[in-house]
T-cell receptor
């Protein structure tokens, strides 16, 4: 079956530009997570949605980062006025419901390079 | 918060066994996951432990000791395709946060012929 998809796979932005990264979770999955992964590091939590509700945005590094999931399926992570330190892979993950034993399924990520 | 430590890199020979250790300090624990990540690809689920003991799944096994804040992933009969990063992740107890995962830095395993 279809897994988590993300687009674009690669994005090059000039410093100061705005970018939008898209995530299509597995159909029917309630939970959706965004993570940021720097080169050679593990993923770091950014934000969490349960259906359309953003229940945790404690990992967003600054107010330049904004995420939405208006209809409880597709999600968009927007970064305004990109900076070089935003260069990373942005991973989206979804899981069926919150709770015990529900693994998160990851998408392939969007590699963002800010020049 | 969570603090998770695992070695940065390990090298092993094809056909051998490798054990990747993970230690964690947590303010709330609701299970430990191991993921495999090949370069440029998505992390893929390997194992999940929430109770103490060993979980075996084919060539891969994972062990958990909650009292010691310790887990390991055991890879047996190593194959070249096992060369990848292995991520240890602890799940938060806070359901309002969706039981989010906190990851270690990953252990890059290189399998040599």
């Amino acid at each position: 079956g279809a897994g988590v998809s993300q687009s674009p796979r690669y994005k090059v932005a000039k410093r100061g530009q705005d970018v939008a990264l898209r995530c299509d979770p597995i159909s029917g999955h309630v939970s959706l997570f965004w993570y940021q992964q720097a080169l050679g590091q593990g993923p770091e939590f950014l934000t969490y949605f349960q259906n359309e509700a953003q229940l945790d945005k404690s990992g967003l590094p600054s107010d330049r980062f904004f995420a939405e999931r208006p209809e409880g399926s597709v999600s968009t992570l927007k970064i305004q006025r990109t900076q070089q330190e935003d260069s990373a892979v942005y991973l989206c993950a979804s899981s069926l419901v919150p709770g015990q034993g529900n693994e998160q399924y990851f998408g392939p990520g969007t590699r963002l390079t800010v020049t | 918060g969570q603090n998770i430590d695992q070695p940065t890199e390990m090298t092993a020979t094809e056909g051998a066994i490798v054990q990747i250790n993970c230690t964690y300090q947590t303010s709330g624990f609701n299970g430990l996951f191991w993921y495999q990540q090949h370069a440029g690809e998505a992390p893929t689920f390997l194992s999940y432990n929430v109770l103490d003991g060993l979980e075996e799944k084919g060539r891969f096994s994972s062990f958990l000791s909650r009292s010691k804040g310790y887990s390991y992933l055991l890879l047996k009969e190593l194959q070249m395709k096992d060369s990848a990063s292995y991520l240890c992740a602890v799940r938060d107890r806070n359901e309002a946060a969706g039981n989010k995962l906190t990851f270690g830095g990953g252990t890059r395993v290189l399998v040599k012929p």
